[in-house]
């Protein structure tokens, strides 16, 4: 059961940081006190995420949810490192000129898109391993 609670977390955490990041993107463009605000929500929430994981890690060694838990730990940690420094980036351009900005804004938004997929991805597959353990 605890497993299962654990990946519960994980992906609520998941879903967190990809609102977050919309919001940071769209929501708040160009309001930089909102846009740092976001930022550090984006960093304890990705690192909680990042904590669930590793404390999944033991308790699903040896089942069929280890691989997909293997797959979300490999990919959530770079994928919130290149999030956060894309996002900063965006932001410094968005200062510099508003069109800079939009083009590093649509690349991040892809970014933190295909760092949800993987993450979800591997989120589902974990919960229906371990329901069927």
Request: hydrophobic content about 45%.
């Amino acid at each position: 059961m605890r497993a299962v609670a654990l990946a519960g977390d994980l992906g609520q955490r998941v879903q967190a940081v990809g609102r977050l990041t919309a919001d940071h993107l769209y929501v708040y463009d160009g309001d930089l006190k909102n846009q740092d605000r976001i930022s550090q929500s984006l960093n304890t929430i990705g690192d909680g995420a990042i904590a669930d994981g590793k404390k999944l890690t033991p308790l699903v060694k040896g089942t069929s949810a280890e691989t997909a838990l293997n797959v979300f730990n490999s990919a959530v940690q770079p994928c919130q490192v290149r999030m956060v420094e894309s996002t900063r980036t965006a932001v410094q351009e968005a200062a510099r000129a508003a069109g800079a900005s939009a083009e590093a804004a649509t690349q991040t938004a892809e970014a933190a898109e295909e760092a949800r997929r993987v993450a979800r991805q591997s989120l589902d597959a974990l919960v229906a391993t371990l329901k069927v353990s």
